[in-house]
DNA sequence: TTGTAAGCGTTATCAG
DNA sequence: CTGATAACGCTTACAA
């Protein structure tokens, strides 16, 4: 049906994108009623005009203009997304699943990069994107719009779901707690009694981070141990090296090592080698993610394994709850997502 | 400055965006010379009008409406960047670096991710995006717009950039063929006279492959080396096991396998490991891309690095050309974008 | 050198 | 139930 109806479009106006106005003619009405029944109640035309105006959208593959519509109606269908300036390993899948779940509920959405926070440019993009989508809204994956950008961007009448910042805790905050408290857990669970977490440092920032740490903290505390260390990795043989060896000094109990991700992961191991220290006997190593690569590495790596779909619903669950529409989806992450994957460095 | 005209535009009129109108009446011009002196020469305007209008705008901190603009000019300052359903290690520095340009040349970027071939969602997605935004231009990263929708999409009125496919030779085709060419070059200079190219197996398409491997095969034609062998690598234990343990059957010459990506010759060692054939003894191997775990694994990878910046220039450069804009970039890849990364595994 | 007026495609209001 | 008509804010011949 699709490429049916694309063909003819193809056939129809070469050069010329399809409007409602042809619309309108192909189904033997005016612009207004083609509007009407596109948005509004299908419920108060005739059936037979209803479905005369359908099948003429259809066959002509009419989408309507974002910017027209935009300029009409003051704001639009799209959904902004924004990645913020992060080492994410498994993006796509993130970006993938998060525009799924967003199709469903009638939103298209559209991807954008952060540059460095610094650089002026970056925000500029997202201003100029803004500015001509007028969008439905703006999420932030994760620190990527500075509160003072988002502050302007409500002004201009966008909505801003950008909670997932340090700043005001909410369910990505939760998550990530949560993902540093699973990992914690099972350091535990394999007898490690002095915990550190292991966040990476290549020149980006780190929207997770801190809170990643805060769960292995919070169990520490209630577990009675010490509080974790924490060390920031450079993903470098030297570095590596370094930030092991500030650990690893005298001959306490063995240490359990929760990593950013499994990159992270396979960097404190190869610090861990070069120091000549024992995984998992002098030091416990588990990453995060359980990437295909972390499972080519010898020693395999312990990882904690995320369900990117169930782990990302709360965000689109969230627009869905401001625009007031149905979702099926938990409102925040729950523990059920996650899943020990065991390797040999714990 | 540009706070104090925000303030001011608050103060002004609040609710409401400030117009050309606006500017005009301030200015004492008709909104025609505003938007004449705004976009086009300034030239050709009193000087004192111009300065005038000049004024008046900053006063109100005025910002064109992108709706409106697009709407009136047919199209936005919207770059499409399609990217294939593949699977790119370093695909955020792509991107990154490819968006950071373009908003040197005044576009704002979003990124949007083909499905898999098969899919009908992704093309009528793109399809539908193009039609609602009406971008700039769609630069095709890689063979993620096939010909007829391409074709489809350039009778819309959209500039598609998408001469990247293997179908017709164009810079990126060049760039893969000489990434294959280089690293075959590696190879032959570090003694090994059967060579061999190993691409990623993992359910996505992969767009570059072929050229690399014609690139590694130009080589052994010039160099009277037996073609190439072609193996297709899973990152998983078992399949690299079986990948390798078919090629390094007998006790011929030491082969060379150049490898698609780190992630790939980081399996292929991995086989390598569970065969049982020595590395760089009986097998070398150079992956690409000289990302981080590629040196932190043991042994340490040899891979050819590229500049990403340099290396995606031509793509933004081909988009400027297209308005005529100024641009420094290169027009093609050439081969002072790489370098070889020495590791162990060579 | 500057202004007038006709679109661009959609939505909303108000008649018929 | 359906259709004119008027915005929305900007660009751009064309006219003055």
Request: net charge negative; with cysteine.
């Given at each position: 049906?699709?490429?049916?109806?694309?063909?003819?479009?193809?056939?129809?106006?070469?050069?010329?994108?399809?409007?409602?106005?042809?619309?309108?003619?192909?189904?033997?009405?005016?612009?207004?009623?083609?509007?009407?029944?596109?948005?509004?109640?299908?419920?108060?035309?005739?059936?037979?005009?209803?479905?005369?105006?359908?099948?003429?959208?259809?066959?002509?593959?009419?989408?309507?203009?974002?910017?027209?519509?935009?300029?009409?109606?003051?704001?639009?269908?799209i959904v902004i997304l924004v990645v913020p300036d992060t080492t994410l390993s498994n993006l796509q899948d993130v970006i993938?699943?998060?525009?799924?779940?967003?199709?469903?509920?009638?939103?298209?959405?559209?991807?954008?990069?952060?540059?460095?926070?610094?650089?002026?440019?970056?925000?500029?993009?997202?201003?100029?994107?803004?500015?001509?989508?007028?969008?439905?809204?703006?999420?932030?994956?994760?620190?990527?719009?500075?509160?003072?950008?988002?502050?302007?961007?409500?002004?201009?009448?966008?909505?801003?779901?950008?909670?997932?910042?340090?700043?005001?805790?909410?369910?990505?905050?939760?998550?990530?707690?949560?993902?540093?408290?699973?990992?914690?857990?099972?350091?535990v669970a394999q007898g490690y009694r002095r915990l550190a977490y292991a966040s990476l440092d290549d020149g980006r920032r780190?929207?997770?981070?801190?809170?990643?740490?805060?769960?292995?903290?919070?169990?520490?505390?209630?577990?009675?141990?010490?509080?974790?260390?924490?060390?920031?990795?450079?993903?470098?043989?030297?570095?590596?090296?370094?930030?092991?060896?500030?650990?690893?000094?005298?001959?306490?109990?063995?240490?359990?090592?929760?990593?950013?991700?499994?990159?992270?992961?396979?960097?404190?191991?190869?610090?861990?080698?070069?120091?000549?220290?024992?995984?998992?006997?002098?030091?416990?190593?588990?990453?995060?993610?359980?990437?295909?690569?972390?499972?080519?590495?010898?020693?395999?790596?312990?990882?904690?394994?995320?369900?990117?779909?169930?782990?990302?619903?709360?965000?689109?669950?969230?627009?869905a709850s401001v625009y007031g529409l149905e979702v099926d989806g938990a409102q925040r992450p729950a523990a059920e997502v996650?899943?020990?994957?065991?390797?040999?460095?714990?």
């Amino acid at each position: 049906m699709a490429e049916q109806a694309e063909e003819q479009a193809a056939e129809r106006a070469p050069g010329r994108p399809v409007t409602s106005v042809d619309v309108a003619r192909l189904a033997g009405v005016s612009r207004a009623t083609v509007s009407h029944i596109l948005n509004h109640q299908v419920q108060r035309f005739t059936p037979r005009t209803v479905e005369r105006v359908l099948a003429a959208a259809a066959e002509l593959g009419y989408v309507k203009s974002a910017a027209a519509r935009a300029l009409a109606l003051g704001h639009s269908d799209i959904v902004i997304l924004v990645v913020p300036d992060t080492t994410l390993s498994n993006l796509q899948d993130v970006i993938e699943a998060v525009s799924a779940q967003l199709q469903d509920l009638g939103f298209a959405t559209v991807v954008h990069f952060a540059g460095p926070q610094g650089a002026a440019s970056g925000t500029a993009g997202l201003t100029a994107l803004v500015d001509m989508l007028r969008p439905a809204g703006v999420l932030d994956l994760g620190e990527a719009v500075p509160p003072e950008q988002a502050e302007r961007l409500r002004a201009s009448g966008a909505v801003v779901v950008a909670e997932y910042g340090v700043r005001e805790a909410g369910p990505m905050s939760d998550g990530n707690v949560l993902i540093g408290r699973l990992q914690a857990e099972h350091l535990v669970a394999q007898g490690y009694r002095r915990l550190a977490y292991a966040s990476l440092d290549d020149g980006r920032r780190d929207p997770w981070g801190r809170d990643r740490a805060a769960g292995v903290a919070a169990l520490c505390a209630e577990l009675g141990l010490d509080p974790p260390a924490h060390l920031e990795v450079p993903l470098d043989r030297a570095g590596a090296r370094e930030a092991v060896r500030t650990l690893v000094g005298g001959d306490g109990p063995a240490l359990g090592v929760a990593c950013f991700s499994d990159d992270v992961a396979i960097a404190v191991l190869a610090g861990a080698r070069e120091v000549g220290v024992e995984v998992p006997g002098q030091v416990g190593i588990i990453g995060f993610a359980g990437s295909p690569v972390g499972q080519l590495v010898a020693p395999r790596l312990t990882s904690l394994a995320a369900d990117v779909d169930a782990g990302v619903a709360f965000i689109s669950s969230r627009l869905a709850s401001v625009y007031g529409l149905e979702v099926d989806g938990a409102q925040r992450p729950a523990a059920e997502v996650f899943e020990v994957v065991q390797g040999g460095t714990t």
